[in-house]
């Protein structure tokens, strides 16, 4: 009877919000869950992928890592045209960077997480590299979105370049670079390939959607600047001081704020 008498009163409840909420707020809000949901499931996919030895744990991590970014950024014009939309776009990285710190700091545990996404296994590695992650696809939802070049071309640099060149040097990495034993001209030539390309594929897939203006005979030779030098940091050797997915977005973002100075290429 109790249960009754709450959805009675519960369910017609929701429905006067629902009703009352702009069209706006429940697109962005439905779109919110969706991508949430769906950032929750590529984890769990591909630790499924790694428990039944169909792919390298390595491997999955870094897969993990492009796709993450690059499917977040796909889903920005699923978002509504109001001013809030981008905040509601920044929940997601919002609650992950808490599932990571909750997970991190031990406070919860959570295996199939710690394995998908870190190196060694280790909750405190949530802390480091993948904490960084989502910290930058927060920092860019909210302050450059999807008007911007410069986050498109960041968050492509991270998740794609920084992404392939840890998958290819891996395999084709043999002959290292002189200064920095860590690193491979096969890892370094795939960053700046992928990333270059992932750039100008997602510049293409926001200007054709008309939320930036691109002059191509201009902007191909800008992404390639970008590229050599997210390219070139990545390369450097301090690894142990600063992480890629902090050193390598904050190059990017400082070139392409210098060459993509406006929406107008």
């Not at 600047?225 to 992480?243: H, Q, Y």
Request: charged letters at 15%; one cysteine or more.
């Amino acid at each position: 009877m109790r249960r009754r008498l709450l959805l009675g009163v519960g369910t017609p409840a929701v429905a006067a919000l629902a009703a009352a909420a702009p069209p706006a707020v429940l697109q962005d809000g439905a779109v919110t869950v969706l991508i949430t949901a769906g950032a929750y499931s590529l984890v769990r996919v591909f630790d499924e992928l790694t428990e039944r030895r169909l792919i390298e744990k390595s491997l999955s991590r870094k897969v993990v890592h492009v796709l993450s970014g690059v499917l977040f950024m796909s889903s920005w014009p699923l978002f509504s045209n109001s001013t809030e939309a981008r905040y509601f776009a920044a929940v997601v990285p919002f609650l992950n960077s808490i599932r990571l710190l909750t997970y991190g700091l031990r406070l919860y545990t959570d295996e199939a997480l710690v394995k998908s996404v870190t190196r060694e296994g280790k909750p405190e590695e949530l802390l480091r590299g993948p904490l960084y992650y989502v910290l930058v696809l927060l920092f860019s939802v909210l302050v450059f979105w999807r008007e911007s070049p410069i986050g498109i071309v960041s968050l492509s640099m991270m998740s794609g370049g920084d992404g392939f060149a840890d998958i290819v040097g891996r395999r084709y990495g043999s002959a290292k670079l002189p200064f920095n034993k860590k690193k491979s001209w096969a890892g370094s030539i795939s960053m700046f390939i992928s990333g270059f390309l992932l750039s100008a594929m997602m510049m293409f897939y926001f200007s054709s959607l008309g939320y930036i203006h691109v002059i191509w005979e201009e902007a191909l030779g800008k992404l390639a600047l970008v590229a050599l030098a997210a390219t070139v940091v990545e390369c450097i050797p301090v690894t142990e001081v600063v992480d890629d997915n902090i050193s390598v977005p904050l190059a990017t973002m400082l070139v392409a704020f210098l060459l993509f100075s406006s929406n107008a290429q």
